[in-house]
């Protein structure tokens, strides 16, 4: 075989010293000397610690870690999570009602005390986001350090069916805050709020009544939620009347250190804000917080805050209060509390 043939001549050239002509010349012992002193100082290298290390070559250090983010879904609040030293906790208290009550002044002047923190967007979770999580939830908390408190309002939650066994199943011993308005001033300040927003709103007194001056309408929201007693009665199913504190939203503005030191002393905090904190602007209608230190001006609710409210006749005004009379006489007997409204 050809390949055989080969292999054989290639033998005889290496035994055949001083063939005759036509033999394969003999190939050069130089170039096999060399390459067999390589292989041997390889084999030699190659032994343990007889060569020195290679030269390592840095590793970059891996990327910090980045949180992932929680897909968001079309119409999820966009809120502003707080930095900082200290952790995110479950809030401690939470200001749950009512809308246009005054929740918004008691969570600016609860903001002055050192030892709050409180989320300044609503997060509407108990109500609207709950399928989120409590991670999600928890990820919107201000940091806080030992001693300090977490708060959040949504006045909302008040008159939400399924908010209080949902606060419930996240903490029995969590701390409710209720701001409470004279429901007729209040549904009228709603209307004020819904007309500001909707300039075509058909009249107070033709969403507030059916058939002009007939049975009261308790369908329609700004009414509904000055049903105290009755959204009342579901929260206590849960928490017993000593987790609660109903602040008066009246009181808040005539007499807002008042108010406010109650509510520190619900939250077990020392009395920090007091009044030498408030002076009241007659324009607003609203007690304002005096400058901070470092402050140019002081402190003053939105323009949306102490909006004009719509002119109301008498008549109507007055139909709405016997409506209401006797769910605030079980409100007062449910708090143990006379809010002066009748």
Not at 220 to 230: C, D
Request: glycine share 10%.
């Amino acid at each position: 075989m050809a390949g055989s043939s080969g292999l054989g001549s290639g033998a005889r050239c290496g035994q055949g010293a001083g063939a005759g002509p036509g033999a394969v010349l003999r190939a050069p012992r130089a170039p096999l000397l060399l390459a067999a002193l390589v292989l041997g100082a390889y084999c030699f290298c190659a032994l343990p610690g007889r060569c020195p290390p290679a030269a390592r070559v840095p590793v970059p250090a891996p990327a910090p870690a980045v949180p992932p983010r929680v897909a968001r879904s079309p119409g999820v609040p966009v809120l502003p999570v707080a930095s900082g030293s200290g952790r995110r906790r479950f809030p401690q208290a939470l200001i749950v009602g009512v809308k246009k009550g005054g929740t918004r002044a008691l969570l600016e002047f609860l903001r002055l005390h050192p030892d709050v923190r409180a989320l300044g967007s609503e997060p509407h979770f108990f109500d609207r986001w709950y399928e989120r999580g409590l991670a999600w939830y928890r990820s919107l908390m201000p940091r806080t350090l030992e001693g300090q408190i977490t708060i959040e309002k949504t006045p909302s939650y008040f008159v939400t069916l399924e908010a209080p066994h949902r606060i419930h199943s996240m903490s029995p011993d969590m701390k409710l805050i209720v701001v409470v308005r004279n429901p007729v001033t209040r549904a009228i300040s709603d209307y004020a709020q819904m007309l500001s927003k909707t300039p075509g709103l058909p009249s107070f007194q033709a969403l507030a009544f059916r058939h002009g001056l007939g049975p009261v309408d308790t369908a329609w929201s700004a009414v509904r939620i000055g049903l105290y007693a009755q959204h009342l009665d579901n929260w206590l199913r849960y928490f017993p009347l000593s987790r609660f504190l109903f602040v008066s939203g009246e009181r808040l503005v005539s007499d807002p250190a008042g108010e406010v030191g109650r509510v520190q002393d619900f939250l077990g905090l020392k009395r920090v804000v007091t009044d030498k904190h408030f002076y009241f602007n007659a324009t607003k209608g609203f007690p304002c917080l005096k400058k901070a230190q470092g402050s140019s001006r002081p402190r003053c609710l939105g323009k949306s805050k102490g909006r004009p409210h719509p002119r109301v006749p008498e008549a109507v005004v007055q139909r709405l209060r016997d409506f209401y009379q006797p769910f605030n006489g079980k409100f007062y007997q449910m708090t143990g509390q006379d809010f002066g409204w009748d």
